[in-house]
């Protein structure tokens, strides 16, 4: 990565970007010459990104991507900080193993919010100006987007349907200067999977089928395949979805 500038004149709004993958990705892409623009719901946190990254080209947003406006409103803050944009990283997530008949409606309305509705409302202000810009989108699926996970049905339903919107954008922008594509990361060691809590009542063998004899991966692992999809180097791939989860699923 040191002495590239793949990015160098482009715009990238990444959410979920105060922590784990989504910083991994801030990191990167600033090292590669993009300006950011980073998105996150905690003030706090997007303050000591921007003291620990020291970064002219990076400025932050707080937003509540759970809600439709917001969304709108953190592509506005890019082109106003900006004037433009190339890429729109949808990283922002939660994960909370549930029993199913346990979950609340609230607790489905919640998690489908930040899991699917956000990358759709932020991909659809998008577009416009990543038309203009013959920009990409990538999304941040899971092993649950092309598997069954215990535990997590509402994570499940959500992450598959985030590659669905994938594939129904990449197709609906066949003919336009647009890409569209998604990344499947395995288990990775950041915060968010750190601070995990499960109920005494669950089975772990069951939880521990998604887990692979390589290991947790880096957050950097797997922004690099990010960083990859999300530049020029990429040109040629539309509508894919890559697994990047130490070969979880080989077999």
Known sequence: MS?????????????GASSGLGKACVVRLLAEGASVLGVARDPAKLADLERECNNERLKTFS????EPAQCQA????????????????????????RHSHSVSEQNWQDDLAINL??????????????????GN????????????????ATYCVAKHGLIGLTRALAMEFLKQDLRINAVCPGGMDTPQVQNIQFADDMDFELIMRSSTERGFMQADDV???????????????????????????VG
């Open 117 to 134: 509705n956000a990358p759709f409302f932020l991909s659809q202000a998008a577009i416009p100006h990543l038309l203009k810009c013959k």
């Open 3 to 15: 002495g590239t500038s793949r990015f160098s004149g482009k715009v990238a709004l990444i959410t």
């Open 63 to 66: 937003a509540n991507l759970a």
């Open 137 to 152: 989108i990538v999304n941040v699926g899971s092993l649950a987007s092309t598997q069954g996970q215990p535990y997590s």
């Open 223 to 249: 922004a690099a395949t990010i960083a990859f999809l999300a530049s020029d180097e990429a040109k040629a791939v539309h509508g894919a979805v890559y697994q990047v989860d130490q070969g979880r699923t």
């Open 74 to 97: 953190a592509v506005e803050a890019a082109l106003q900080a900006f004037t433009t944009l190339d890429v729109l990283l949808n990283i922002a997530g939660v994960h909370r193993f």
